[in-house]
């Protein structure tokens, strides 16, 4: 019951800035880690950029230093601020959350179904 929705993929030129969003919604008692994963055709899902529940985040290392994330916990919402795009971040990004649904003590992952982000040369 616990749904996650991406937005905010799109068509970007080599140098711009894309700003990603996922809401998750559903009978959530808590999230706990959320991040953000990519897949380009032919290839792995690889993760992009992960963030606690306490704030601590960790990045790829084709990304740092070009892509935050970030997350409002009273939105139940994570970003993904992605700056100096290049050619090769083209891919579907997808959303993952581990969360809490009531009543469950246990966490589970939980993933989006994907948004497309295409940088142009």
């Known amino acids: 019951q616990v749904q996650l929705v991406e937005s905010g993929g799109g068509l970007v030129q080599a140098g ?6 996922c809401a998750a919604s559903g009978t959530i008692f808590s999230i706990n880690d959320m991040g953000w994963y990519r897949q380009a ?4 899902r690889d993760l992009v950029a992960v963030i606690t529940s306490g704030g601590k985040t960790n990045y ?3 990304v740092k230093g070009r892509f935050t994330i970030s997350r409002d916990n009273a939105k139940n919402t994570v970003y993904l601020q992605m700056n100096s795009l290049k050619p090769e ?3 579907v990004y997808y959303c ?3 969360a809490k649904q009531y009543p469950s003590p246990v966490a589970y992952d939980y993933w989006g179904r994907g948004t497309q982000v295409t940088v142009s040369s």
Request: net charge positive; aromatic share 0%.
């Open 16 to 21: 711009g800035s894309l700003r990603l969003s």
């Open 41 to 44: 055709p032919g290839k792995q």
């Open 60 to 62: 790829a290392d084709s």
């Open 89 to 91: 971040d083209t891919a």
């Open 96 to 98: 993952k959350a581990a």
